[in-house]
Each structure stands twice: as C-alpha cells, then as structure tokens.
C-alpha cells in the first residue's frame, strides 16, 4: 500500500511539474493558443442622470 502512495506523488509532482513547465515553455513554441483574442468589443452603455 505505501508503494502505491509513493506511485501516485510521484506522478502528482511529476505532473505539478509538467504543468509549471508548459506554462512557461508553451508560448514558445505555441504562441497562438497562449495569445490573446484580438477583436474589437463595442457595447452601448447607459448613464442615469439624476
């Protein structure tokens, strides 16, 4: 049973890791799925004057 807890935490820091690693590495070598949507948003807005 204590094999199986070591298993499962290595693979949860592996995974933490991975994670943290494509974070910082992803828009390097993915740049469209880490940039920002450009498009122009207009909505009307209304002020209530008293």
Do not use: C, Q, W
């Not at 070598?29 to 209530?48: K, Q």
């Amino acid at each position: 049973m204590l094999r199986l807890i070591k298993v499962l935490l290595f693979l949860v820091a592996l995974a933490g890791i991975g994670l943290v690693a494509f974070a910082y590495i992803g828009p390097i070598f993915f740049p469209n799925d880490f940039a920002a949507p450009i498009s122009e948003v207009t909505h009307p807005v209304t002020l209530d004057t008293d």
